[in-house]
């Protein structure tokens, strides 16, 4: 080879390089601006609207062109907005894989954010709503010996689903529905009906009570059984609390429908999270969340419930030590420190590497 075709090989080869290397870098900064994927979202009309307990109602939705839904499995949710700013999580509570119509229970609390009450107040048969998933973050394991399914009040709603699965799946179960009274009890008439009359108890306590009718329930934990629970935080706390070091973390599952407040109050420092994929570098501010800081500087991460309780913003840490915050995340995944829901967590490290 000619000293002139070397030159010209090795010039072409340098230019080579440096075109792939630069479509690596421009291929990696879009990677880190582009969205994190979101349940794509379907419109529903409300079929049917049921009064089924005191303050609680149930709507039953349909595709509103006449498709089939999305397939679903017991302990799945949805998220349905509400308005342009509101957007809610309601667990399915009708017979799981069913396609045609999805059931959702609302309460309207007295302390609700304004979602369950706009439910109440302007959603009628007819209507059409925006929705997306289903998601599950609270399935049913398989072949568990028994499973011990604990509901406070409208945490009914994921259990439902869960018993109507399990008495159809022939496993063995039995229900407990902690409520206050028995107008207050939701799908009363269905739970006291067979199939499922001998396998549910209805608690008709209140929160004083309940320690002492939980504590029978939770004084062992057979080998094999496995507990599902779905309340009101205090509730959940007070299982928690009764179940420590008898039953193995891995046996006992749990669903939040509010953020952990005094964790969400508690002080946060300043720090900075890295995304591995676009190799950026972004302070976060004393005052500002994750999510929030990425949005002001032009980077878009799925979000919905933004209180650290759905899960859509779950996303990978590569390194660094999260703050953990939320509602989401089990014990044994806060451990690892490998995931963090970055509407609500903040940084223990000066530093987090983010997979975004
Ligand atoms: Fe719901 Fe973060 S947006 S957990």
């Not at 709603?157 to 869960?162: D, E, G, V, Y």
């Amino acid at each position: 080879m000619t000293p002139t075709l070397l030159f010209q090989f090795i010039g072409t080869l340098a230019i080579l390089v440096v075109l792939v290397l630069a479509w690596t870098a421009v291929r990696s900064w879009l990677r880190g601006r582009r969205p994190v994927q979101a349940p794509a979202p379907a419109l529903v009309r409300v079929r049917r609207v049921v009064d089924e307990a005191t303050d609680i109602k149930s709507f039953e939705l349909v595709s509103a062109d006449g498709s089939a839904l999305p397939a679903w499995s017991a302990g799945a949710h949805i998220d349905v907005r509400i308005d342009d700013k509101t957007v809610r999580q309601y667990s399915l509570c009708g017979a799981p894989g069913t396609r045609d119509a999805y059931l959702i229970a609302v309460k309207n609390a007295p302390d609700s954010r304004g979602g369950s009450r706009t439910m109440h107040q302007s959603v009628s048969v007819g209507d059409t709503l925006v929705i997306s998933g289903p998601r599950n973050h609270f399935a049913l394991v398989d072949g568990a010996r028994h499973y011990l399914l604990i509901a406070g009040g409208i945490g009914i709603t994921p259990l439902l689903a869960m018993a109507r699965e399990l008495q159809t799946r022939g496993a063995s179960y039995e229900l407990h529905y902690f409520v206050r009274s028995s107008a207050a009890t939701a799908f009363r008439e269905l739970l006291s009906s067979e199939p499922y009359a001998g396998k549910v108890t209805f608690h008709h306590t209140g929160a004083d009570r309940s320690r002492e009718q939980l504590r029978p329930l939770l004084g062992k934990c057979p080998q094999g059984h496995h507990l599902y629970m779905c309340g009101p935080r205090g509730f959940t706390d007070l299982i928690g609390e009764l179940t420590a070091g008898i039953w193995p973390p891995e046996a006992i599952h749990v669903e939040y429908f509010s953020a952990d407040s005094a964790a969400l109050a508690a002080p946060g420092q300043a720090f900075e999270v890295k995304l591995q994929r676009s190799g950026r570098t972004i302070p976060v501010p004393a005052g500002s969340s994750i999510v929030d800081t990425l949005c002001a500087h032009g980077i878009d991460v799925a979000t919905s419930c933004r209180e650290g309780v759905c899960g859509t913003c779950l996303t990978g840490v590569i390194a660094g030590t999260p703050d953990h915050r939320d509602a989401f995340l089990s014990a044994k995944e806060r451990t690892a420190g490998d995931k963090i829901m970055i509407c609500v967590s903040r940084a223990k490290s000066e530093q987090l590497v983010l997979d975004l």
